[in-house]
């Protein structure tokens, strides 16, 4: 089955203790993204990658960081997390014309 | 940069009628994506409906159609027959290549809609 997973799924944490959130896709797509999404903002592009050991900013990008060292994954990094950053991250891969969202990730952050 | 405006935050309709959420865009492009994704509690998102900006018929998807207006930038979902299941969030969302395999996905803020029984 075509699918984008996320792990974990919900997360509780505290300031400063570093996180990551996994994301992998098995669809051999080239192009993966993040997403937060806040009440009232809709969604919005955090980071952004092309391709192995190619990314970039999205619109968001202050407190987080990405790597894609393998196709399949594009983990998101918050080194050090703050209340500011509790929100709902989504995970996707695609192209311009069809894009396969990832179940969510649930964060809050204390 | 492209922007996408949804004017309409809540919306309610009684099942079995017909509803009509709204969304405009703002881009110098001329080829380019539309989408309306569905998010219902469950905060999977889950596509409804897609509209290629060169392709002038409109889509339509079983109860779901649209009505693309490329000169006005204006692109409404219409869902006939409301079922309860349609009870969920609706973002409007657009599309386009920035070359290389690269391409900007921009969401608006959402609507809610209720189906009320």
């Known amino acids: 089955e075509a699918q984008v997973t996320q792990n974990p799924r919900y997360l509780i944490t505290v300031t400063g203790k570093k996180l990551t959130v996994t994301c992998s896709q098995n669809?051999?797509?080239?192009?993966m993204s993040w997403y937060r999404q806040d009440p009232g903002l809709g969604l919005r592009q955090i980071y952004y990658?092309?391709?192995?050991?190619?990314?970039d900013k999205g619109d968001v990008p202050e407190g987080y960081k990405v790597s894609r060292k393998e196709k399949r994954n594009f983990p998101l990094i918050l080194e050090s997390p703050s209340p500011n950053q509790t929100s709902l991250y989504f995970c996707?891969?695609?192209?311009?014309?069809?894009?396969?969202f990832g179940p969510g990730t649930r964060l809050t952050v204390l | 940069a492209q922007t996408v405006t949804q004017s309409q935050p809540e919306m309610s309709v009684q099942e079995a009628e017909t509803v009509t959420l709204s969304c405009t865009y703002d881009?110098?492009?001329?080829?380019?994506?539309l989408f309306w994704y569905k998010q219902p509690p469950s905060r999977q998102m889950i596509l409804v409906i897609r509209?290629?900006?060169?392709?002038?018929q409109n889509a339509t998807e079983n109860r779901f159609s649209v009505n693309f207006q490329k000169a006005a930038k204006s692109f409404s979902l219409k869902i006939s027959d409301s079922q309860l299941g349609d009870t969920a969030m609706y973002f409007c969302?657009?599309?386009?290549?920035?070359?290389?395999?690269?391409?900007?996905?921009?969401f608006g803020k959402g609507t809610k809609l209720s189906v009320i029984p």
């Open positions: 881009t110098s492009e001329s080829n380019y994506y």
């Open positions: 990658s092309m391709n192995v050991e190619v990314t």
């Open positions: 669809m051999n797509h080239e192009y």
């Open positions: 969302a657009f599309a386009s290549s920035t070359g290389a395999g690269s391409y900007q996905l921009t």
């Open positions: 996707a891969s695609g192209g311009v014309n069809e894009q396969f």
């Open positions: 509209q290629e900006a060169y392709k002038q």
